[in-house]
Nanobody, 125 residues
Framework: QVHLVESGGGVVQAGGSLRLSCAASGSLYSGYAVGWFRQAPGKERDFVASLKWNGGSSYYADSVKGRFTISKDSAKKTVDLQMNSLKAEDTAVYYC??????????????????WGQGTQVTVSS
């Protein structure tokens, strides 16, 4: 059983940076992906970025490509999301998620079986 805890949210001015971290407990086996999703008030939850735990592939939403970077520390079992050049529209609750997924399922939130509690990111303009 995997358990996820996010940290690092906060308030930042537009153009600034934040780094989110997701700490995983339990085993992440081959085939697992760990990713970040976000949900703004009144909107659906959207895919942000994800990576395959045992591979080198990472995936990004078009809206964050070039500004956000997802990375992992296998020894610490953490997955970080470095967010640069933040915009007001990046304001949302950010969730870490994990699941045993194939590539075609990476961007679809339904395939992730474990979710963190979420961390608020607020970008002021």
């Amino acid at each position: 059983q995997v358990h996820l805890v996010e940290s690092g949210g906060g308030v930042v001015q537009a153009g600034g940076s934040l780094r989110l971290s997701c700490a995983a407990s339990g085993s992440l086996y081959s085939g697992y992906a760990v990713g970040w999703f976000r949900q703004a008030p009144g909107k659906e939850r959207d895919f942000v970025a994800s990576l395959k735990w045992n591979g080198g592939s990472s995936y990004y939403a078009d809206s964050v490509k070039g500004r956000f970077t997802i990375s992992k520390d296998s020894a610490k079992k953490t997955v970080d999301l470095q967010m640069n050049s933040l915009k007001a529209e990046d304001t949302a609750v950010y969730y870490c998620a994990a699941g045993r997924l194939i590539t075609s399922e990476i961007r679809n939130g339904r395939g992730y079986t474990t979710w963190g509690q979420g961390t608020q990111v607020t970008v002021s303009s």
